[in-house]
């Protein structure tokens, strides 16, 4: 190739990708701008209603669906919210966590789940749900980098962040869900009769299975554990760490080895799997991890004594 021609096509690609650099760049700041305004929806409205008023916070319930649709966090404080999100796990979860202003006195509700502490295979993949946060979000962004969730691509590109949510912020923009005025993060669940029936079927079906032999902490779950309560300790945050009822727990293991860590770390930490063994009533349940509205108001109960006993 002549020489001529070798530098036409530098300036053609430099000339291209400057384009492409400046398109993306004006899609994102609309996107954002859009994004700005949304208050529904796990495709972001619920997280940003979260980061508008965590300041003024005096109790966050943090964790999975488990803690989305078991915890009635109004019962407990008027100045509260539950940022629980389907598919959540320590990641994510801990990193809007560490988003909490610092030095205000807080309630912190953060559910561990402990089959997933003692997974191997766990890598933190689930923070990728907060990917439109990445260059809005200091905490975000930093927790991003450290976990390797990011690519050059991403960084160069920012709409990219935004992939697999933009339809769902569009929807949430102009038709929301939520009046969020009245709205604090509690979606619970009401089971239809067909549900209790498939539900009552299963359980009646599940077989016992045997437990791991061996239980090595996951990595990444010994970091957060560990970033979240220094995170508390130093700025005036009461941490609580709980796990939610099972219908059925086949494997006790877990919970234990998982409260031997905690106790060691001198956490605060609630194993209320079992809470419901004096009452199998299939009325407070959905499935086997997951409570009905009926449950939650139950488990709520229990939550909201347990704070006042351990005040």
């Known amino acids: 190739m002549k020489k001529n021609s070798l530098i036409y096509v530098l300036k053609l690609t430099l000339i291209v990708v400057l384009i492409a650099y400046a398109l993306d760049k004006i899609v994102y700041f609309g996107l954002e701008e859009l994004n700005k305004n949304v208050f529904t929806g796990q495709s972001g409205g619920k997280v940003n209603q979260f980061l508008k008023e965590k300041d003024d916070l005096d109790l966050i319930v943090f964790g999975s669906s488990r803690a989305n649709h078991h ?8 100045k509260s919210f539950n940022i629980g999100m389907d598919g959540a796990k320590i990641a994510s979860a801990a990193s809007l966590l560490m988003t909490l202003p610092k030095n205000k ?5 953060f559910h561990l789940s402990p089959g997933y502490a003692y997974d191997s295979l766990y890598d933190g993949d689930d923070i990728k749900a907060l990917s439109k946060l990445y260059n809005q979000n200091k905490v975000i962004k930093r927790e991003f980098d450290n976990l390797n969730k990011t690519t050059f691509l991403k960084k160069f590109f920012w709409t990219i962040n935004f992939n697999g949510s933009t339809l769902g912020l569009l929807k949430n923009y102009f038709y929301p869900k939520n009046d969020v005025k009245n709205y604090r993060g509690f979606d619970p669940i009401t089971v239809t009769q067909q549900q209790k029936d498939i539900f009552k079927k299963l359980s009646a079906q599940s077989a016992n ?11 990444v779950y010994k970091k957060y554990i560990d970033d979240i309560d220094t995170f508390c300790k130093n700025n005036n945050k009461r941490l609580i760490i709980f796990t939610a009822p099972i219908y059925k727990d086949n494997c006790k293991d877990d919970d234990n080895a998982l409260g031997l860590y905690l106790s060691k770390k001198k956490i ?9 063994k004096n009452n199998r009533s299939l009325e407070n349940w959905r499935d086997n991890s997951h409570l009905s509205n009926k449950g939650a108001d139950i488990f709520t109960d229990s939550i909201k004594a347990r704070l006042i006993i351990n005040n």
């Open 71 to 78: 915890i009635d966090n109004q019962q407990l404080s008027n």
């Open 105 to 109: 006195e807080q309630v912190v509700l």
């Open 209 to 219: 299975t045997p437990c791991p032999k061996n239980y090595h902490l996951n990595a």
């Open 268 to 276: 605060t930490y609630w194993n209320l799997t079992d809470i419901f």
